[in-house]
């Protein structure tokens, strides 16, 4: 069975909200979890600090903040995005290959 949540943090690998959770035994007792990459549980007293000064801890009797919003691709772009790519160049830009490799030959008389 898993420790209860304590308190929550900002993962800094995946973004995501992960619970904070008390070990029941050992020299480096906090450590957080989520769904992304398990549980990440530092052995140096850095990470406790870390977690400790980073963390927003409950208070006794506290309940987990409510979810974030979930940051869905959505499955239709609206019309304006639907006409084509606006940033596109309007020529194309010639480089220092296609200068050397062109047929056009210029006189240098």
Known sequence: MANPA???IRCPFTGE???VCRAKSGKFPMYYRNNSVG???GKASGFQNWLLDNATMFS?????SEPEES???PSELPDDKKTGND???DEKET???DWFFSDDEEDES
């Open 87 to 89: 940033n596109a160049p």
């Open 60 to 64: 006794p009797g506290q309940k987990k």
């Open 71 to 73: 940051h869905e691709v």
């Open 6 to 8: 304590i308190g929550e």
């Open 95 to 97: 480089g220092l290959l």
């Open 39 to 41: 549980i990440i549980h």
């Open 17 to 19: 909200i992960s619970e």
